[in-house]
């Protein structure tokens, strides 16, 4: 699976929007961009995911450049329980393909 | 989405004793499981990959007589952490990915927390 690069940490306010970028130099034909989002002593939960240009959900959208190296997930409005970690994926999907995970980024909102 | 239960959410034993962790997909079949291993403020590690009717993959340096997976039927996969010692306690994940959604789309349990006293 690709090695992903992402900051250890951003601070940000409440109403503000906040945009994590990650970088996959190394990503394949077959990957896919994940995003998942974890509270303390929680499993993570899934943001969004993509394979090219924009992706846009209820809760985030995804930008990822034509050449796919890098990608960024845009949080609009964050709120205090956006305080979480987030780690972003490369991978192929294949049902028996375990996601590995990077660092993440710690995202902390103040009020 | 898909649901993935643990059971149960926090376990307390004491050093020697072993302790099972279940994992079940609640509304989706899974033929494939996966165990995660997260130490405070750090990332999730891959334990191993749980396959249903064989045997499991374990990840390098994770021990297979220590950690024993069972994945018996399409929807229940069990950890077992045997001769518990206090090094063992962590907050343990698993996860199963749902066949009829995304093409990456893969769902986690809450984690079970255990600690060895």
């Known amino acids: 699976l690709a090695k992903t690069t992402q900051p250890i940490s951003m601070d940000s306010y409440e109403g503000q929007e906040v945009n994590i970028t990650c970088s996959h130099n190394?990503?394949?034909?077959?990957?896919?961009i994940t995003w998942y989002q974890q509270f303390p002593s929680q499993g993570p939960r899934f943001i969004i995911q993509g394979y090219k240009t924009k992706v846009t959900n209820e809760v985030a959208s995804l930008f990822i450049p034509a050449d796919r190296k890098s990608s960024t997930l845009s949080l609009p409005r964050v709120s205090l329980s956006d305080t979480a970690v987030y780690y972003c994926?490369?991978?192929?999907?294949?049902?028996?393909?375990?996601?590995?995970f990077g660092k993440g980024t710690t995202l902390s909102v103040s009020s | 989405g898909a649901v993935v239960s643990q059971h149960p959410s926090w376990v307390i034993c004491k050093s020697g004793t072993s302790v099972k962790i279940e994992c079940r997909s609640l509304?989706?079949?899974?033929?494939?499981m996966f165990w995660y291993r997260q130490f405070p403020k750090q990332s999730l590690m891959l334990m191993a990959t749980?396959?249903?009717?064989?045997?499991?993959?374990?990840e390098q340096g994770v021990e297979k007589d220590k950690f024993l997976i069972n994945h018996a039927s399409l929807t229940l996969s069990t950890l077992t952490v045997t001769s518990a010692h206090p090094e063992d306690s962590s907050f343990y994940i698993c996860?199963?990915?749902?066949?009829?959604?995304?093409?990456?789309?893969?769902?986690f349990g809450p984690g079970t927390r255990l600690t060895v006293t």
């Open positions: 509304d989706f079949q899974a033929t494939t």
């Open positions: 994926l490369v991978g192929d999907g294949q049902a028996g393909t375990a996601l590995i």
């Open positions: 996860s199963a990915r749902d066949p009829g959604q995304g093409a990456y789309e893969q769902y």
């Open positions: 190394n990503i394949a034909t077959n990957d896919y």
């Open positions: 749980s396959n249903e009717g064989s045997k499991a993959t374990y």
